[in-house]
């Protein structure tokens, strides 16, 4: 018996990773693979700065609402760790994982701190970041689609966006948006903090292999619905799509 259900969520692991693995947004991200170039001017790094900060600050809705909506205790928790880090909390090593529980919470810790420290250099300040009136309405039916699809109250399309957005995070677009903003800083802006970028690329992995206990869990939950779980997955990177080619549409000089 557990053998036949292990080669079912193998096999539907194996239709979930292809359809991540041959998205666009993973196959053939133009923006990113642009800017990883390091031609980025001062302004197009500031508009990447004002878009990326409305999503990651809009992120949190999604995420409460994902947490909500969480279909079992354990995916609650897990929900929360995010959360909780995202707002503030510093992750604390137990027993080989991490853990906000028991962590600390610091206002400079807030992800969303770690932008205006990043804009700070950019001469963008609180006013200038991370609320839905800056973003472009690429941007924005990003976030509603994070609202809609990662934080659905269906479970299976819910964890379906959550594969995807990780294991599309996971995928190395934070290394090319830092490979270029190391250039930048090199070439223009040496006091620029890179840590927003540089620990989300290293904490992706640890992510990754989280959603990847999530899918056998999910896999194991009663009523759940493969079909639904690679929509739910293929619209939201549908979603991450949007936004990336609105960046790419927005640079003044494409083609360059
Ligand atoms: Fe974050």
């Excluded at 992510?207 to 939950?221: I, M, P």
């Excluded at 759940?224 to 990177?237: K, S, T």
Aim: aromatic content about 12%; glycine content about 10%.
């Amino acid at each position: 018996m557990t053998v036949v259900t292990d080669t079912a969520l193998e096999t539907f692991r194996a239709r979930a990773d292809a359809l991540v693995a041959g998205h666009p947004v993973v196959t053939d991200n133009a923006y990113t693979r642009w800017f990883a170039r390091g031609v980025a001017t001062r302004e197009e790094v500031r508009h990447l700065a004002v878009q990326f900060s409305v999503f990651s600050h809009l992120f949190i809705e999604a995420q409460l609402r994902k947490v909500i909506n969480a279909s079992s205790l354990d995916a609650y928790r897990s929900g929360k760790e995010i959360l909780l880090n995202e707002l503030g909390v510093v992750f604390r090593a137990d027993h080989g994982h991490s853990t906000v529980d028991g962590g600390r919470f610091r206002f400079g810790a807030a992800h969303f701190e770690w932008l205006l420290r990043f804009g700070g250099p950019l001469g963008l300040g609180f006013d200038d970041l991370g609320k839905r009136k800056y973003g472009t309405p690429s941007t924005l039916h990003f976030c509603d689609e994070l609202l809609r699809v990662y934080g659905s109250e269906d479970p299976s399309i819910a964890e379906g966006a959550s594969y995807a957005v990780e294991h599309w995070a996971a995928a190395g677009f934070w290394k090319e948006l830092i490979a270029g903003l190391q250039a930048f800083k090199a070439r223009e802006c040496p006091d620029l903090p890179l840590a927003f970028w540089t620990w989300h690329d290293e904490v992706e992995d640890d992510h990754a292999a989280h959603t990847a206990d999530e899918l056998a869990d999910a896999f194991d939950v009663p009523g759940f619905d493969g079909e639904r779980f690679l929509r739910g997955a293929e619209e939201m990177l549908d979603g991450v799509q949007v936004f990336w080619d609105g960046l790419e549409r927005d640079r003044p000089r494409r083609g360059s």
